[in-house]
């Protein structure tokens, strides 16, 4: 597979784009924006419920580290660790992802 990286605009993402042997794109990476807005809302939900990241991380049954690097956009969440963070602060993955 060859990747190809896209720089982004102020209308389009960045993007990292896979190529298979017949030419074919597909996603390999998401934008390091959308990591970096993610953990900032994660971050506000959180400090808004006055938990440490200790308290978020035990309710969603992952590392403190975890919770951090999340929360600073050096990690892309999985959809199911998406979820579980979403349930630990008591909202839903949509309302999570508002404004991402």
Not at 50 to 62: F, N, P, T
Not at 65 to 76: A, C, L, Q, T
Not at 81 to 98: F, R, Y
């Amino acid at each position: 597979m060859t990747v190809v990286y896209l720089q982004g605009t102020s209308e389009l993402p960045q993007l990292w784009l896979g190529f298979d042997l017949k030419l074919r794109p597909t996603i390999v990476g998401v934008a390091r924006d959308i990591c970096v807005e993610l953990g900032k809302r994660i971050r506000l939900l959180r400090k808004e419920r006055r938990w440490r990241q200790i308290d978020l991380a035990e309710s969603a049954g992952i590392s403190e580290n975890y919770v951090s690097d999340i929360e600073n956009g050096r990690k892309e969440i999985c959809i199911r660790t998406l979820q579980t963070v979403a349930k630990a602060l008591g909202v839903t993955v949509g309302e999570l992802l508002k404004g991402v």
